[in-house]
């Protein structure tokens, strides 16, 4: 959940950490709002590969 003064973003997602030939990086609701945080260099190095819209739709849950 994002929220701030004018409105409030509620994404459900199916999981919290993105996988990747055996690499992995987790995402907050910041990654949401568009800010990813990383902690190591391989983090970026993924998100650069991958892009950072390809995560959040592989960990976003699907309405259905």
Known sequence: MVL???FM???LRKKDTFHLDGKS???NSLGYAGTHAV???EDLELIKKVGPTKI???LAASET
């Open 9 to 11: 973003f509620i994404v």
């Open 4 to 6: 701030s003064k004018n």
């Open 25 to 27: 990086v987790g995402v």
């Open 56 to 58: 959040l739709e592989d």
């Open 39 to 41: 902690k190591r260099e």
